[in-house]
């Protein structure tokens, strides 16, 4: 089992609509979870960093954490074209492995005007 | 500030052969880490280097290998290529865990 699930979709939605994206995780000792955008042959780029459960919003990007149910979201809203890409997340287990993430396969997202 | 650079951006090696690739952190960024990326496994943890020192290694062959420099410039090698080594190797350096990734290396081997 990878540490780390995430459905790869594809997910095709029209401008505007609400994105849910998820992951799951097995190990309860990951503490710092991450989402990351990857553009087509771009390395990824870090869209939200969390430690423990809650949420954290930035924009139209809210990041979700359920420790209990091991369970991570990433909500985008009013979603625009030049969301399209695809999303990744990401935990760590933190202290001195905090340079070692662990990566789900990603999902892609296309939004259509 | 610059961001992550790597190069080169693009290799094309032979099966056997080595290689090395070069990873220049944010600065001021003292942690750089090693992925390798394919369609098949995803993003994959090679290893991590902090003040010149390997502090985290993830379950690669011991044909790849590492280093970092004093300036916290990276380097990857990979020796005696297979097929299967082809893919995107992205490099990422941090400061305090938020991990901001270059834009990677694709190697092919033939």
């Known amino acids: 089992q990878k540490e780390v699930e995430q459905d790869p979709g594809p997910l095709s939605v029209p401008e505007g609509a609400i994105v849910s994206l998820n992951c799951t995780y097995s190990?309860?000792?990951?503490?710092?979870f991450m989402w990351y955008r990857q553009y087509s042959r771009k390395g990824p780029e870090l869209l939200m960093y969390t430690y423990s459960s809650g949420n954290k919003e930035d924009g139209r990007f809210t990041a979700q954490v359920d420790k209990s149910s091991k369970y991570i979201s990433l909500f985008i809203r009013d979603s625009q074209p030049s969301d399209s890409a695809t999303y990744l997340c990401?935990?760590?287990?933190?202290?001195?492995?905090?340079?070692?993430?662990?990566f789900g396969r990603g999902t892609q997202l296309t939004v259509w005007p | 500030k610059a961001g992550v650079t790597q190069t080169p951006r693009y290799l094309i090696k032979t099966r056997g052969q080595q290689v090395t690739l070069s990873c220049s952190p944010i600065?001021?960024?003292?942690?750089v880490s090693w992925y390798q990326q394919t369609p098949g496994q995803g993003l994959q943890f090679l290893f991590e280097?902090?003040?010149?020192?390997?502090?985290n290694k993830g379950n690669f062959p011991g044909r790849f290998s590492g280093r970092q420099f004093s300036n916290s410039r990276s380097e990857m090698n990979v020796s005696t290529l297979e097929l299967g080594d082809s893919a995107l190797y992205l490099c990422?350096?941090?400061?305090?865990?938020?991990?901001?990734f270059g834009p990677g290396t694709r190697l092919t081997v033939t």
């Open positions: 600065s001021g960024h003292r942690s």
């Open positions: 190990n309860s000792a990951f503490q710092y």
């Open positions: 280097y902090f003040s010149e020192t390997q502090r």
């Open positions: 990422a350096s941090s400061v305090s865990g938020e991990q901001y």
């Open positions: 990401a935990t760590s287990q933190g202290g001195s492995t905090l340079g070692r993430l662990y």
